[in-house]
């Protein structure tokens, strides 16, 4: 079963406009939550990530809101550019220590920006 | 360029077929992934192994094996290959404790007919 739920499944922005990528997670032993940018043919690259004592994290155009309360976080690009389109995968860790502490991964969003 | 080669890129099996997916990192990373990526369903993991000398089960290791031959390389066998295990297979690695996330190889599209 999916922990962490990732909606749209796509998005089509005009260039210039904002995208928002939202993910909602109901296991509440995660302490880091990344995002990965895919282009065709690559793998995931990591894009930006956020602990969850921080509200929000920006690097550049792109903004991870998080919300402990609601147990949601979301991805804002601004100022979208048609190089942004790509596939974003949310994903969590949880905090638990020892092993492979390894990511749960959304399902995925695919944003097309026109130009 | 330091990172993670995956081989080969692309592959296509019949069913019942064996192959095995290479995959080395030469960042000195600890662990090590192998997620199978479909249309709508994400990343999921199919096994790890989070230090050499050790592997374990993911989400979805049914007609998967591994092997970490050494800190550098994990490899994925399918010993029956199905249509089912048709995908996009990658290969990660990560410091245990690091905030920066996994190192992606780019992939190998396996196609089962």
């Known amino acids: 079963q999916q922990q962490v739920k990732q909606s749209p499944q796509s998005l089509i922005v005009q260039k210039g406009g904002i995208s928002i990528i939202n993910c909602a997670y109901e296991?509440?032993?995660?302490?880091?939550f990344p995002w990965y940018q895919q282009f065709p043919g690559k793998g995931p690259a990591l894009l930006i990530a956020?602990?969850?004592?921080?509200s929000e994290k920006k690097e550049g155009r792109f903004t991870i809101s998080f919300n402990k309360s609601a147990k949601q976080f979301s991805l804002h690009i601004m100022d979208s550019q048609p190089g942004d389109s790509a596939t974003y995968f949310c994903?969590?860790?949880?905090?638990?220590?020892?092993?492979?502490?390894?990511?749960?991964f959304g399902s995925g969003t695919q944003l097309t920006v026109l130009p | 360029n330091a990172g993670v080669t995956q081989t080969p890129k692309f592959q296509v099996l019949k069913t019942g077929q064996s192959m095995t997916l290479q995959c080395a990192q030469d960042?000195?990373?600890?662990?090590m992934y192998w997620y199978r990526q479909d249309p709508g369903m994400g990343l999921r993991l199919i096994y790890y192994?989070?230090?050499?000398?050790?592997?374990d089960k993911g989400e979805v290791p049914n007609g998967y094996n591994v092997s970490r031959l050494n800190k550098r390389e994990f490899s994925l066998r399918l010993e029956s290959a199905a249509p089912s295990q048709t995908s996009v297979y990658f290969c990660?690695?990560?410091?245990?404790?690091?905030?920066?996330?996994?190192?992606f190889g780019s992939g190998t599209r396996l196609t089962v007919v």
């Open positions: 994903a969590a860790r949880p905090m638990f220590s020892g092993s492979a502490r390894q990511l749960t």
């Open positions: 990660a690695s990560s410091e245990v404790e690091t905030f920066y996330g996994y190192t």
């Open positions: 192994s989070a230090s050499e000398g050790t592997t």
């Open positions: 956020i602990r969850p004592d921080v």
């Open positions: 960042m000195n990373h600890n662990s």
């Open positions: 296991n509440t032993a995660f302490d880091y």
